[in-house]
């Protein structure tokens, strides 16, 4: 088409606004994300001196990989922790949200880690089988059951499987906390697959029970893993909001039958937040800030940029036009 257009620059005074979006406040996940690192901090001590004294090396085994755990949950709390002190950071363009999905990330990193250790080493039994001490590996393993039981339980709210009522949204939104969940509830698959694998072994002798459990249980934290490392990968790779969630801008924006929709840009910036660029075409167009308040706060856009153009003349002339030069031309 022929049509040129031309920006509307609204005459009002510029508001000066800050990008923390509640960033600067303290998130539920922290608090539970810090309670979770002392009970497997204390339960990583009791293990580890008691392998020690005993002289077990289940005990020691179990007490480096509570260890590991309490390393990949430190790094959750490093991310809240971050993230909240450096809110108002002007270096930020729009605030720390993102650094809750880098902290999931790098937590989905470590769980593929974990499986494939996992996978290794049950691997490595199946070829080359081990004595197994079973009352103690079973007591060790009961034990694990019971903490990562607990932990799971402070961690696993609805947080993890709920969406903001609109259907905006089927993922989790706050990927740091499902990070530090889906390490804990790997521990406690792994202990209620070690369990019912001991238990064929001391009463069935199926030794081979014991690697093959090991083998589920890494299918399973590497399934969790890639599924967190898709959703926060796409948060930092700021990729397109759910389509849903698009459909409704546009149709709020195009409400007057008039204005059209000509680039929508729409990306995540934080834990249920959005920032998006909007560019509108319209015979009568209307200022920005009027394009803005057709925009609920429901829909979670926090930082809003429109552009606005308008057609010259009737885009009919214009097509005449066109032709007419094209006719010339030849």
């Known amino acids: 088409m022929g049509f040129v257009t031309n920006m509307l620059i609204e005459n009002t005074p510029i508001q000066r606004h800050d990008h923390t979006f509640g960033q600067d406040l303290k998130r539920r996940g922290e608090s539970r994300t810090l309670i979770v690192i002392a009970i497997t901090a204390a339960m990583m001590a009791v293990e580890l001196v008691a392998g020690i004294i005993f002289g077990s090396m289940a005990l020691l085994a179990d007490g ?9 949950l430190g790094i959750n709390a490093f991310a809240y922790i971050y993230a909240r002190r450096n809110a108002r950071n002007v270096l930020y363009s729009f605030g720390t949200g993102k650094v809750n999905a880098l902290g999931g990330f790098t937590g989905a990193v470590l769980l593929a880690v974990f499986a494939l250790i996992m996978a290794v080493e049950s ?80 009463y069935f002798g199926l030794i081979w029970m014991d690697p093959v459990m090991g083998m589920v249980g890494a ?31 546009k149709e709020r924006m195009e409400a007057d039958d008039d204005t059209r929709v000509t680039d929508l840009h729409v990306w995540s910036i934080g834990p249920e937040i959005y920032s998006a660029l909007i560019s509108v075409t319209a015979h009568q167009p209307a200022t920005p800030a009027e394009y803005k308040t057709r925009i609920p706060a429901s829909l979670g856009l926090v930082h809003v940029a429109i552009e606005v153009h308008e057609y010259p003349q009737d885009v009919a002339t214009l097509q005449i036009i066109d032709q007419d030069q094209a006719g010339e031309r030849q």
């Open 64 to 72: 480096l990989h509570m260890a590991s755990h309490a390393v990949a």
């Open 123 to 202: 691997f490595h039994r199946l070829i080359n089988p081990i004595e197994i001490i079973f009352n103690q590996a079973i007591a060790v393993a009961l034990l694990g059951l019971m903490v990562n039981g607990i932990s799971v339980f402070i961690l696993g709210t609805n947080d993890h499987a709920h969406d903001l009522g609109d259907h905006h949204q089927s993922h989790d939104h706050d990927h740091n906390l499902k990070s530090a969940y889906l390490h804990v509830l790997a521990d406690a698959l792994t202990s209620i697959l070690a369990i019912f694998a001991l238990l064929t072994a001391k």
């Open 219 to 249: 299918l399973l934290v590497a399934r969790w893993s890639i599924g967190l490392l898709g959703s926060t990968s796409g948060v930092l790779l700021d990729r397109q909001a759910p389509s849903s969630l698009r459909h409704e801008i």
